[in-house]
């Protein structure tokens, strides 16, 4: 145990002269969960929109109007040229066309009903499929208008009515940060313990000192823990400061037990730790390494369920993150945060974040070679 002291003491010590390194654990995480949940926002605003209107009534400026005012469009042409709207879409200018007919709100006073056309840019596919959602929700409230405004409601009204009522549990106010933060803050504790574990070993490698340290006493399962216990601890710290942030500028506090958050990330930083040295054990260079690093993180975070819900995957894909130990500390953080959920209640997702770490530091171990001089 003595042999493992010292290399703690010398890791430590490597770590914190290093300025670099510590930036690197403590700064740049701090600044990516204050910005990414600011850049990384779903709700989409200021659509583009171009109205071709045929009729030049009441009704299609009051339309108009409501478009515009709601907050997600904003008015980049209003013609009777559908073609010039066509041209404002091939130009970037343009991502929806309304088209009001001609003798819309006549033909919709004498018929009682009338047809508009939306057309859209669907080369950004979401930007599209939600702005004729959300054009297609504001022509409902304008029908429901014109409704209210023809019929006379007697006392009792003589065709039945369905009201509803409508709750958000956990989130009320549907607040995208309270989403969007926790997940963000599993990710960034997920690229500190694999990138920075990865890179140390073969730092050690490409200066030779891992030659030194090979002729030494040191059993294997010493070493990688040598290795690992140190950004173990500055991972922890992490897990520390995000939470910090999160309640400085997001106004966001676990309704859960800070000791749950604090014991699942302790075993899952094992894991993903464990991640780090196991392809430190592949590489001969950072290099290497930065490029191996990296593709394992896109999986993580893809194959995660921080921007696309698992549920939503294809069957294959959401096999495959039945193996992805970020799928269960988002899940994990996510429940903790916004729900409440207890040590009990996230049981099996604690027994499957040990079992990653106890097979990827085994491997790590057993793929470890020490060669003696």
Not at 68 to 73: E, M
Not at 103 to 113: A, P, Q, S, T, V
Not at 154 to 179: G, R
Request: charged letters at 15%; glycine letters at 6%; proline letters at 5%.
């Amino acid at each position: 145990m003595n042999n493992l002291f010292f290399l703690l003491q010398k890791e430590f010590k490597q770590i914190f002269r290093d300025p670099a390194i510590l930036r690197l654990i403590l700064l740049m995480p701090i600044l990516q969960l204050i910005l990414i949940p600011l850049a990384a926002d779903y709700e989409i605003k200021f659509i583009n929109i171009s109205v071709v209107d045929h009729d030049h009534s009441t009704y299609s400026r009051r339309l108009t109007e409501k478009l515009t005012a709601s907050g997600y469009f904003q008015l980049a042409t209003y013609s009777n040229s559908y073609n010039g709207a066509l041209e404002s879409i091939g130009e970037g200018d343009t991502d929806i066309i309304l088209t009001i007919p001609a003798n819309f709100e006549k033909d919709l006073i004498k018929e009682n009903k009338n047809k508009l056309h939306l057309a859209a840019d669907a080369v950004n596919g979401v930007r599209a499929g939600l702005g004729v959602a959300y054009a297609s929700q504001i022509i409902g409230g304008f029908n429901n208008e014109i409704r209210e405004e023809w019929i006379q409601f007697p006392k009792f009204p003589p065709l039945p009515q369905i009201e509803i009522t409508s709750a958000n549990w956990y989130n009320p106010h549907t607040n995208y940060y309270l989403f969007m933060v926790p997940g963000i803050l599993a990710i960034l504790v997920t690229m500190v313990g694999s990138f920075l574990t990865a890179l140390n070993i073969v730092a050690e490698k490409e200066v030779g000192t891992i030659e030194q340290l090979n002729v030494t006493p040191l059993k294997k399962w010493q070493f990688i823990a040598g290795k690992l216990i140190p950004f173990w601890v500055l991972g922890m710290v992490s897990v520390t400061l995000g939470m910090v942030v999160a309640w400085i500028i997001f106004g966001i506090v676990p309704v859960g037990s800070y000791l749950t958050v604090y014991a699942y990330s302790a075993i899952y930083l094992i894991g993903v730790l464990g991640v780090g040295l196991l392809l430190s054990t592949f590489a001969d260079t950072q290099q290497q390494a930065t490029l191996f690093a990296f593709f394992i993180m896109m999986c993580f975070i893809l194959l995660g369920g921080l921007y696309t819900p698992i549920e939503s995957m294809p069957e294959w894909a959401q096999w495959l993150t039945k193996i992805n130990p970020p799928a269960y500390y988002i899940k994990v953080i996510r429940a903790v945060f916004i729900k409440g959920s207890t040590f009990t209640d996230l049981l099996p997702d604690f027994f499957a974040l040990i079992g990653f770490a106890v097979v990827f530091n085994w491997l790590a171990i057993m793929n470890y070679s020490k060669r003696s001089a």
